[in-house]
């Protein structure tokens, strides 16, 4: 783990769609020296839209296609799909197609190769025959899934690989947060946070609380802090 610079801890961030409020997520990521990657589904780049969440009506307006490399700068941009189905239901050819095509276009317009991915709709949203066409005969070199596991152990499987905790689960976010910095480990060990930008416009943890996890979580002398590709490859 020299990619790590040494480091046997590492946190990265992870947020889905491709969403306006993602600017301002970004805003605090940098202030705070943090890294994340953002999945995008490249057919619905720059459509306008709201979404209803905890009984709030929320904006669900995606970065538009000419935006993507200057909102991303610094960060990962990745695979969401094209269109956001649930690849589980479709065919191999549909799914090499929505994943491949969504890579293509977003690697032109990020300006560099997109290996990155996170499946698409909540549940279950992948399964091991999805796992393998998408390794098989895509450009993907790791996909990322819903399920949340508590902890920070690695994880052999790239192509289903769960994240540590929902950042809307608040408590578990701030437990977890103070465990992973006061963790003495001699095995890389990785926090992996992951959610939507928008659910903060929604209160399902507000900006503020936000804002304080990253201050709390950021500038540990032990933590290399990265964006999906630069922990997980």
Not at 73 to 84: I, P, S, Y
Not at 164 to 192: C, H, R, W
Request: aromatic content about 12%; hydrophobic content about 35%.
């Amino acid at each position: 783990m020299e990619k790590w610079q040494g480091k046997k801890k590492a946190v990265t961030f992870s947020f889905d769609d491709g969403v306006h409020q993602d600017v301002r997520l970004i805003e605090i990521l940098n202030k705070y020296g943090l890294k994340g990657t953002f999945n995008l589904n490249s057919a619905y780049l720059g459509c306008k839209g709201k979404l209803e969440r905890n009984g709030r009506v929320v904006g669900h307006y995606k970065v538009g296609p000419t935006e993507v490399k200057s909102v991303y700068a610094g960060h990962e941009v990745a695979v969401h799909t094209l269109a956001h189905p649930n690849l589980t239901e479709l065919e191999e050819e549909t799914i090499v197609y929505q994943v491949e095509r969504d890579r293509l276009t977003l690697s032109e317009l990020a300006g560099y190769e997109v290996v990155g991915m996170a499946y698409p709709c909540g549940g279950v949203n992948n399964d091991d025959r999805v796992a393998d066409i998408i390794k098989r005969r895509t450009g993907v070199k790791y996909s990322r899934t819903v399920i949340s596991t508590g902890n920070f152990d690695l994880q052999e499987n790239l192509y289903r690989f769960n994240p540590s905790v929902y950042y809307t689960d608040e408590k578990a976010l701030f437990e977890l947060g103070e465990k992973f910095i006061n963790l003495k480990t001699d095995i890389p060990q990785i926090f992996y946070i992951w959610g939507h930008s928008y659910e903060m416009d929604a209160e399902y943890i507000s900006w503020e609380k936000f804002e304080e996890f990253c201050k709390f979580i950021s500038g540990k002398s032990d933590i290399f802090y990265g964006t999906n590709k630069e922990v997980l490859l």
